[in-house]
């Protein structure tokens, strides 16, 4: 299995960070049972393919506990999957499902997001191991096939992660730029931090699928609603942008919105930011910080983070 690319990561640190809205927005029964405000993750869970076979870091791996106060813990393991096909991920994930029973022994959940395999959007699949034609071993998991959910339908609900997924759900041809614009100008009056909404929009923009054309304009629209110059393509959104007095996209209140995303994940994952961590991250520009957020999702622990960013 390669290392995951930097979109990959990307995506699982949205959802690291919004594991809450994931839950409740695709597995309202599931996300039920558990108290969402005490999520502990594990970091990095290895599987080494015996005897010295190559090793597959896990997705996401969250521990949770019961919200009835029981003290039994359970694991939802969350595999991110964006080839275009179920078989690479199903010949996988019974050997992660089995590695994390023998050493967690805890009751595992598992979960696939397909960014590119639709399905029936929301549903369980079964993955058997026959000897010749008699089924010997069956394990069911849980998905979401992203294409095969309604863009417009999420895009309008409350829920903020489901806003910025849309833009990877199913779409009427031609309304793609349109979804994705809107669906940019709701993460922007979203009642979230500067962090979270620099966050789930960079989700928006990295995945949104459009040809190159298509790209461009949404790029260009995005840009005229958040700075104010007006291109004719998307004159009178950025107008009633104006009279809103949105001023989100100046390159000054770009680096303060990614700061802010990156000391909040920092925080979130290892404790308080050391003084001299939050310095360095003031002194960089856009890129550097959007690269410096990759680097918090994947760090094992602060001191991996301070190697990386070379503190």
């Not at 949205?14 to 695709?26: A, G, H, N, S």
């Not at 369980?124 to 959910?149: H, S």
């Not at 349109?178 to 962090?195: F, H, K, Q």
Request: charged share 30%.
């Amino acid at each position: 299995m390669s290392e995951p690319t930097d979109h990959d990561q990307l995506f699982k640190t949205v959802i690291r960070e919004f594991f809450p809205d994931f839950l409740t927005l695709f597995f309202p029964a599931q996300a039920a049972r558990f108290d969402l405000s005490a999520v502990t993750w594990l970091t990095q869970e290895v599987f080494a393919a015996p005897p010295d076979g190559p090793k597959h870091v896990l997705d996401l791996v969250a521990q949770l506990r019961r919200a009835t106060g029981d003290p039994v813990l359970a694991l939802i393991h969350v595999e991110v999957e964006s080839a275009d096909s179920v078989t690479d991920i199903e010949g996988r994930l019974p050997d992660y499902y089995f590695h994390l029973r023998r050493t967690q022994r805890k009751p595992v959940l598992p979960v696939v997001l397909f960014l590119k395999v639709g399905l029936d959007g929301i549903g369980v699949r079964t993955i058997t191991d026959d000897w010749e034609d008699e089924p010997v071993l069956t394990l069911r998991y849980r998905y979401i096939g992203l294409p095969g959910l309604s863009g417009a339908e999420y895009l309008r609900g409350n829920n903020w992660l489901g806003v910025a997924l849309s833009a990877l759900m199913r779409v009427p041809r031609g309304q793609r730029v349109a979804l994705g614009v809107e669906a940019m100008d709701r993460i922007a009056d979203a009642p979230l931090t500067d962090g979270k909404k620099s966050l789930l929009g960079d989700c928006v923009e990295t995945y949104i699928d459009l040809p190159g054309d298509d790209l461009e304009r949404f790029r260009g629209m995005i840009e005229a609603n958040a700075t104010g110059r007006v291109p004719a393509v998307n004159k009178t959104r950025v107008q009633l942008a104006e009279e809103r007095g949105v001023e989100k996209g100046i390159e000054k209140g770009e680096r303060r919105a990614r700061r802010a995303m990156v000391l909040e994940l920092l925080e979130a994952r290892f404790g308080p930011v050391p003084t001299e961590i939050v310095e360095r991250i003031e002194t960089l520009d856009i890129d550097a910080l959007r690269a410096t957020l990759l680097k918090v999702g994947t760090a094992e622990s602060l001191a991996a983070f301070r190697t990386a960013v070379g503190l």
